[in-house]
Nanobody
Framework: QVHLVESGGGLVQPGGSLRLSCAASGSIFSFNVMGWFRQAPGKQRELVATITSGSRTNYADSVKARCTISRDNAKNTVYLQMSSLKPEDTAVYYC???????????WGQGTQVTVSS
């Protein structure tokens, strides 16, 4: 059973920065895609950013200039560095991983990010 441990959420003022971390464990398979999605109140869950085991990245247009996703394959950990945060970035951020070769998807419990003065 894959276990995802998220950390780094919290309250930050507009213009501030946060770094989210997610450590994955428990799989006998490799972690291919790792990333972050978010869900704001009353809205659908949406992509923030993903990164493959080969370090190919994909970002939502709304965060592309303000976020950097990275991963440490030795630690099976993915990071999301967010800067110039806006109130509209307020959401629950969910860690996501996909294992190969079975292509199973897993989600973390979510960590709250609130951008407010």
């Amino acid at each position: 059973q894959v276990h995802l441990v998220e950390s780094g959420g919290g309250l930050v003022q507009p213009g501030g920065s946060l770094r989210l971390s997610c450590a994955a464990s428990g799989s006998i398979f490799s972690f291919n895609v790792m990333g972050w999605f978010r869900q704001a109140p009353g809205k659908q869950r949406e992509l923030v950013a993903t990164i493959t085991s080969g370090s190919r990245t994909n970002y939502a247009d709304s965060v592309k200039a303000r976020c950097t996703i990275s991963r440490d394959n030795a630690k099976n950990t993915v990071y999301l560095q967010m800067s110039s945060l806006k109130p509209e970035d307020t959401a629950v951020y969910y860690c996501y991983v996909q294992t190969v070769p079975n292509y199973e998807n897993y989600w973390g419990q979510g960590t709250q990010v609130t951008v407010s003065s």
